[in-house]
């Protein structure tokens, strides 16, 4: 039986190392386990349990924090432990597709346990960063009774309902503009750099340039709500500036292929334009919306 500060944790890869490190310091009584025994020792000279097995670990608490690679991996772990999870909550703190999510919720449930989609949006693996974020999805009165111990992990706590879905939905989608954005900004320094150019200089200029971002987000998340931003002339323009982005790339021998496919989503809206006879936006052929 749990004590009221006492969990487990299932998997010491970055975040979970990083996440048993926040409930030490928070005074939690927290039980370990790893597929290689190493990152276990280590843990456990911060003041974790380590446990042997993935049956000694699932006895020790009645809340299990899940963080692995995918949710295919819950699966083998949780499989080397008790088949009856009856009493056990599992939050599955990995990163995975939605539908993952749901079938992982349906695999914990038949076998007896209760389940909460948990997913960080983080600062890389520093979870008490001001603008760390934690997900999580599934029923509401099961988040409320877990959320003192969630709320321990992250300055910002987010349940988004009860679909089991949902977390991993908003998780990814913040996923997809982050995967753009720090390839673009290797892209950026890579081009300063190649030209011979102080690359600190630049870094501190972009910083400053960041900050308008969040007025970014507002003004063209709003736009894309209505269906997308961006007349005949807005997209002209952007593919002519994408353009000159390659050139300025390429002058310097930087590759510029995720310009370029930015590009032709610019010239494939301006095509399905020209075919419909009025403006076709990029959120649309992202939605898939134009033939």
Excluded at 163 to 177: H, N, R
Aim: aromatic share 8%; proline share 3%; no cysteine.
């Amino acid at each position: 039986m749990s004590a009221t500060k006492s969990v487990t944790v299932l998997g010491l890869g970055p975040m979970g190392q990083a996440t048993v490190k926040v409930l030490l310091d928070a005074g939690y009584d927290v039980t370990v386990w790893n597929r290689s025994r190493p990152k276990v020792d280590a843990i456990a000279a911060l003041g974790a349990k380590p446990a042997d097995t993935v049956a000694e670990a699932i006895a020790a608490n009645d809340t299990i924090l899940v963080s692995l690679i995918h949710y295919e991996a819950m699966y083998g772990v949780l499989e080397q432990g008790p088949g009856d999870l009856t009493g056990k909550t599992v939050v599955n703190l990995s990163s995975d597709s939605p539908n993952k999510a749901r079938k992982g919720a349906e695999w914990v449930a038949e076998r007896g346990g209760k389940f909460l989609t948990g997913a960080y949006m983080t600062q890389s693996d520093d979870l008490q960063h001001a603008s760390s974020r934690l997900y999580v999805s599934g029923p509401e009165t099961r988040f409320e009774a877990h959320r003192d111990l969630l709320q321990v992990l992250v300055p910002g706590l987010e349940y988004l309902g009860e679909d089991y879905g949902v977390a991993q939905l908003y998780y990814q989608a913040g996923l997809a503009q982050f995967h753009a954005f720090l390839t673009s900004l290797e892209q950026a320094v890579a081009i300063v750099d190649a030209a011979g150019e102080d690359v600190d200089r630049f870094i501190g200029l972009a910083m400053e340039t960041s900050e308008g971002y969040k007025d970014f987000t507002g003004y063209f998340g709003a736009a894309a709500k209505q269906g997308g931003w961006g007349d005949e002339a807005n997209l002209r323009m952007m593919h002519a500036g994408a353009q000159h982005v390659i050139d300025a790339a390429e002058e310097v021998g930087v590759d510029a292929a995720l310009t370029r496919t930015i590009q032709d989503y610019y010239q494939r809206a301006l095509d399905a334009g020209e075919k419909a006879g009025s403006p076709v936006h990029v959120y649309q052929i992202l939605r898939g919306e134009t033939a």
